[in-house]
């Protein structure tokens, strides 16, 4: 139910996350300066947010940073497809997700899952997702296709629904096929 939460909570922030989009650096820079914050106050012995504060104030720097980062793509004029803005934006990908994955070598994740680290999530998260804005054009080529497009549309159209049945789905495997048989060269 956390996830409707803060889907409601963006959806009424959403004409904030508008303006905000036209500051996208400024924005990126400070999501990313609270969510440090809010991750290394604790280690360092700085009274900080805990709880259910610190999860909503985490949830909104995180998820809204992304929420505004869409719309900044969605009302933004692409990039020449061979341009050096590919190429900058591969190499910001590809740096942020050594990253993220040089820190959480160095300070083990809580319980082991990237979901435990704000920052590290955001980190991670905005690199893929440079990786994929320097794939763009291929992927637009791809999703177009004739025999991609059809699917490509019912997976956009109903993706908030496969997101929230995902859990179901995952469930239902384990059901099915014996955990015995899951082994980490399998996944």
Do not use: Q
Not at 84 to 112: E, F
């Amino acid at each position: 139910l956390w996830y409707l939460t803060d889907y409601v909570v963006l959806l009424v922030l959403l004409p904030l996350a508008a303006v905000l989009a036209g500051r996208v650096r400024a924005v990126v820079a400070g999501a990313l300066a609270g969510l440090a914050a809010l991750e290394l106050m604790p280690l360092l012995g700085v009274p900080s947010l805990v709880g259910p504060a610190r999860m909503a104030a985490g949830d909104l720097l995180c998820y809204g940073l992304f929420a505004v980062l869409g719309i900044a793509w969605a009302t933004r004029r692409p990039a020449p497809p061979d341009g050096p803005a590919v190429r900058v934006r591969a190499a910001a990908g590809l740096t942020l997700i050594a990253a993220a994955g040089a820190a959480s070598t160095v300070v083990p994740l809580p319980r082991g899952s990237l979901n435990e680290s704000y920052l590290l999530l955001a980190v991670a998260a905005l690199g893929w997702l440079l990786l994929i804005g320097a794939a763009e054009g291929p992927l637009r080529r791809l999703a177009g296709s004739t025999r991609v497009a059809p699917a490509a549309r019912m997976v956009s159209a109903r993706a908030l629904t496969i997101y929230l049945w995902h859990p179901a789905a995952i469930f239902l495997a384990l059901a099915i096929v014996p955990v015995g048989t899951w082994s980490a060269g399998s996944v």
